[in-house]
């Protein structure tokens, strides 16, 4: 069974960088589309960024111009770096492939953007 496994959230200011990774046992991600997701307390999960096997990207409007998806596959992670944060960037942050059927979701990591 696949687990993922997603870390690197924390605190940080308004205007800072994190930078997120997602690992998984039992899986390869380098055939995949690749997605990093967010949720906030009452909402919907929404995809943020996207990666394609062949190095397509994808972002939402929001993120736009701020965060960047990436992969290693020798390493068999995906990654997300985020800048210039913003209060509304905090929540938990997920990977997970794009397409259905999805792995189960992981835990997680929490982003908290605050001064």
């Known amino acids: 069974q696949v687990q993922l496994v997603e870390s690197g959230g924390g605190l940080v200011q308004p205007g800072g960088s994190l930078r997120l990774s997602c690992t998984a046992s039992g899986a390869n991600f380098r055939f995949l589309i690749m997605g990093w997701y967010r949720q906030t307390p009452g909402k919907e999960r929404e995809l943020v960024a996207s990666l394609s096997y062949s190095g397509d990207t994808n972002y939402a409007d929001a993120v736009k111009g701020r965060f960047t998806i990436s992969r290693d596959n020798a390493k068999n992670t995906v990654s997300l770096q985020m800048n210039s944060l913003k209060p509304e960037d905090a929540a938990v942050y997920y990977c997970?492939?794009?397409?259905?059927?999805?792995?189960?979701w992981g835990q997680g990591t929490q982003v908290t953007v605050s001064s």
């Open positions: 997970n492939k794009v397409r259905i059927p999805k792995y189960n």
